[in-house]
């Protein structure tokens, strides 16, 4: 049987289709079940029937399964979700749906929601976007006042989010948002010299203020990087634009911190908190 399925990319675009089995697969005229006009419109969309008996049965599970899945998105958060793909549940895959939020867009996959199935009924990864959103704001900020530069673009890309914007006092996140950034600084405000530093500096924020994540910061070089979004700038990792990253990451406890660079050559270290952030004093 032929599956269709939903791709997603490894950062932030969701498309594709739901499986619906053979297209060319014979019809039965003993089913009677009837389809709503959203479950029609996706139907057409993939240009398949529209008739719940012109459908096979496993196209009829599919698009029965698809709208139970997007109406506990809608029920669940009061708002409207849009039907961006399904994975037919199999041996070594979970049954999930991706969607995203009307109101915010798509936004080449950054707002990408992911409900699975689950023996109980449905779980997701819908996170509170103005949480994300202030992190960034204020990481920006910090970058900012510290370079006291524009040159630099943050992408945020969110892995757990278990706050709720209204939940976070004083900026202390409470380890409770744990994000992948995509820090690019222009080689004009920072070397690969002085980016362990920047980074010693940067984790001391991020840990005052119990922001959880991983953290890679790349110095780029020939290339306009004010003009980067979330759909292109992975670009800027092909070695004629980039020098080189530092990566970091607290551990679970919160006591150690990994961090991997390249620069002339691969190195991979392990610090304790207070090794680390006592690196320049």
């Given at each position: 049987?032929k ?45 398949l ?79 509170d ?111 004629k ?28 270290n ?7 952030f006592?690196?320049?004093?």
């Amino acid at each position: 049987m032929k599956k269709i399925i939903a791709i997603i990319t490894t950062v932030f675009l969701a498309t594709g289709v739901f499986s619906c089995g053979n297209k060319s697969a014979p019809t039965t005229s003993t089913k009677t079940e009837l389809l709503n006009d959203w479950q029609k419109e996706v139907l057409a969309a993939e240009g398949l029937p529209t008739e719940a008996d012109k459908l096979t049965d496993s196209q009829l599970k599919s698009i029965q399964r698809i709208y139970e899945m997007i109406t506990y998105l809608n029920e669940k958060y009061s708002e409207e979700f849009i039907y961006a793909g399904y994975l037919e549940p199999a041996s070594n895959q979970t049954e999930t749906l991706y969607a995203y939020p009307r109101l915010l867009g798509a936004d080449y996959g950054r707002n990408t929601v992911t409900v699975k199935a689950t023996k109980d009924g449905f779980t997701d990864d819908y996170h509170d976007n103005s949480v994300v959103d202030y992190y960034n704001e204020i990481v920006t900020d910090f970058i900012h006042d510290y370079f006291n530069s524009d040159d630099f673009v943050v992408f945020t890309d969110v892995n757990a989010c278990d706050i709720k914007k209204s939940e976070v006092v004083d900026c202390d996140f409470q380890w409770k948002l744990g994000v992948h950034d995509a820090i690019l600084l222009s080689e004009e405000i920072c070397s690969q010299e002085n980016i362990e530093k920047f980074a010693v500096e940067f984790a001391k924020y991020l840990y005052e203020h119990r922001m959880d994540g991983r953290h890679r910061i790349d110095i780029i070089k020939s290339i306009d990087i004010s003009g980067l979004t979330y759909n292109n700038f992975t670009n800027c990792y092909e070695d004629k634009y980039d020098i080189g990253f530092y990566d970091f990451s607290f551990n679970s406890d919160k006591n150690k911190l990994y961090v991997d660079s390249h620069f002339d050559k691969w190195e991979q270290n392990e610090y304790t908190i207070e090794e680390f952030f006592s690196k320049y004093n």
